[in-house]
């Protein structure tokens, strides 16, 4: 069965740093495309950062420089380090996995942690 936990979140003042995580079972993330999204109230679901299977790493300009994306192969868990954390960076966070089997798509998304940058 596949799973994405996420976890990691809280509140932390702003220029503050927070690591999130994303465990994943029922697949090996090394072998995925794997997301992290985050979505601000009244806001749309916003892509943040992306690791492909090969290792490249995307970002969207909001975070570029402040955020990295990385994976732990051994651990099957995909990270992601926020520094000089803003309030406008306060959103739920998600993960999410697409892989492509035998010409089938498969994605999956966790279920979110909330990250709040405030003073």
């Known amino acids: 069965q596949v799973q994405l936990v996420e976890s990691g979140g809280g509140l932390v003042q702003p220029g503050g740093s927070l690591k999130l995580s994303c465990a994943a079972s029922?697949?090996?993330?090394?072998?995925?495309?794997m997301y992290w999204y985050r979505q601000a109230p009244g806001q749309e679901r916003e892509l943040v950062a992306s690791?492909?299977?090969?290792?490249?790493?995307s970002y969207a300009d909001a975070v570029k420089g402040r955020f990295t994306i990385s994976r732990d192969n051994a651990k099957n868990t995909v990270y992601l380090q926020m520094n000089m954390l803003k309030p406008e960076d306060t959103a739920v966070y998600y993960c999410?996995?697409?892989?492509?089997?035998?010409?089938?798509?498969?994605?999956?998304w966790g279920q979110g942690t909330q990250v709040t940058v405030s003073s």
């Open positions: 690791i492909s299977s090969s290792g490249t790493t």
């Open positions: 999410r996995a697409i892989w492509t089997m035998r010409s089938t798509q498969f994605q999956y």
């Open positions: 029922g697949f090996t993330v090394s072998s995925a495309f």
